[in-house]
DNA sequence: GTTCTAGAAC
DNA sequence: GTTCTAGAAC
């Protein structure tokens, strides 16, 4: 299996990953992401193989089921953000549900960081518009500068972004 | 997506 | 010398 497809079992067979699926039914799964790049991070997918470049007009109920699914597994006082990477690594359809303070171990890389604080992270209301996506313009955003979400402070190293982030969110 | 690590940057 | 980033992975 190649590590694109790695979110698929998810779907295929949930029972089988207790420790890492939180919820499903007949059609969609939410797990813990296994790289979680915030204190709380889910993947919400549907059980149907399809991935983000499949999706048409016909697949918007099943997007808004999804951000149903989203909005079950947070609390409403809780700081949460919803959407979909614009250019995604996995290729089984997954929405990001992540809390906002991107306090975490597993973020490392200044493309983690950017890919949940600009426009490559494309929230549910405008996925459903189905925009088409031009992928180096995406790509691009991942290059830029580092500047935290909360206060827009400029930080040059992602060392000093992350102490940055957990004195804020403490 | 991650891991590993060479070498750039400090 | 240590910290930090970025590119290969068959
Ligand atoms: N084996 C895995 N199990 C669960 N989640 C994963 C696994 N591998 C990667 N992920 C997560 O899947 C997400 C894929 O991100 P993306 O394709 O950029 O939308 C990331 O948040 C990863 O941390």
């Not at 207790?18 to 204190?39: G, R």
């Not at 918007?60 to 700081?79: F, V, W």
């Not at 906002?100 to 890389?109: A, G």
Request: hydrophobic share 35%; with cysteine; charged share 25%.
């Amino acid at each position: 299996m190649s590590w694109r497809d790695q979110l698929w079992q998810y779907c295929a067979n949930p029972e089988n990953f207790p420790t890492i699926v939180v919820k499903y039914d007949n059609d969609y799964v939410a797990i813990n992401d296994q790289y979680p790049k915030s204190k709380k991070h889910f993947l919400v997918m549907p059980r149907k193989r399809i991935g983000l470049k499949d999706l048409t007009k016909q697949d918007i109920p099943m997007i808004l089921e999804m951000e149903k699914m989203g909005s079950s597994l947070i609390q409403d006082n809780q700081e949460f953000k919803m959407g979909f990477h614009a250019v995604p690594s996995m290729n089984q359809l997954h929405l990001h549900v992540i809390s906002v303070d991107h306090v975490s171990t597993c973020l490392k890389l200044k493309k983690h960081y950017l890919s949940f604080t600009t426009d490559f992270f494309v929230p549910v209301d405008t996925m459903i518009d189905l925009p088409s996506i031009d992928i180096e313009k995406y790509e691009a955003l991942l290059k830029g500068k580092l500047v935290c979400h909360h206060c827009k402070q400029e930080f040059k190293t992602m060392p000093k972004l992350k102490q940055h982030l957990e004195e804020i969110y403490k």
